[in-house]
């Protein structure tokens, strides 16, 4: 390898290391320069002077910075872009929430299955929807007003009566609850059909009749998950799983 290949393949990173703080994007930086074959001259800076001076002295407001060839390449994202990876983009709508909390409460209601004795049972699918409930109201519990404020965006009931945008996670996680546990089913399945069609009946209006283009709060309200087909889903397996109830209770 000649010096001009070598020094292509030589990194420069400037990152803060303190007793307080480390940062996690420099730490992230150096990683994926390694792991890309490239030698890295990791330089501290140690404290909040320093790092002052070297934002100041390069004209840049934050830190990591790394240089390549002697070219200043930019941040964490920018790195990112120059080794034609995709970078990060908060404002990128995405599904990935809603599916992530699906799969855990699948694989949740298998190990419930399994630790009664068998890998599925009828009651798999239904442990599998009140378990999904239960996380998607924690999620909406996080931040309450922030859940309740998207909601309001498309709910039909909240909009008539907005304590009701507070009042649903916990309708949510209390009939999830009761579900898990097979207790009071006169009390939770209506309460989930309840909430159920009305959600559902709410983001059918605004998605499919009305074509409009909103955010789900089926995670909370700092979500970026489109409002659509999986929220609706939501809705639809709170509606069977309080039928599927009622009808073991009093079927």
Request: glycine share 8%.
């Amino acid at each position: 390898m000649t010096e001009e290949q070598t020094a292509e393949k030589t990194a420069v990173l400037y990152r803060m290391v303190m007793d307080r703080h480390v940062c996690p994007w420099g730490l992230r930086a150096r990683h994926l320069l390694k792991s890309q074959g490239y030698a890295v001259d990791d330089r501290w800076l140690t404290t909040r002077e320093q790092t002052d001076a070297f934002k100041a002295e390069h004209g840049v407001k934050t830190t990591p910075q790394i240089f390549i060839g002697g070219k200043r390449i930019g941040g964490y994202d920018d790195l990112r872009r120059f080794l034609g990876k995709p970078a990060p983009d908060k404002d990128r709508k995405t599904y990935t929430p809603v599916l992530v909390v699906f799969a855990v409460a699948a694989l949740m209601a298998i190990a419930a299955a399994f630790a009664a004795g068998t890998l599925l049972t009828v009651r798999t699918p239904a442990w599998f929807i009140a378990f999904s409930m239960c996380a998607l109201a924690m999620l909406k519990l996080r931040d309450l007003d922030g859940f309740a404020t998207m909601f309001l965006g498309y709910d039909l009931m909240a909009r008539r009566w907005v304590p009701y945008a507070y009042v649903y996670p916990f309708v949510e996680l209390g009939a999830g609850v009761l579900m898990i546990a097979g207790v009071l089913t006169w009390l939770s399945a209506p309460a989930a059909a309840f909430i159920g069609l009305v959600g559902g009946w709410s983001v059918f209006k605004a998605v499919y009749i009305q074509k409009r283009e909103l955010k789900c709060a089926c995670v909370g309200g700092d979500s970026n998950v489109p409002l659509g087909f999986l929220s609706l889903t939501e809705n639809v397996m709170m509606v069977l799983m309080a039928a599927w109830m009622g009808w073991m209770a009093w079927g």
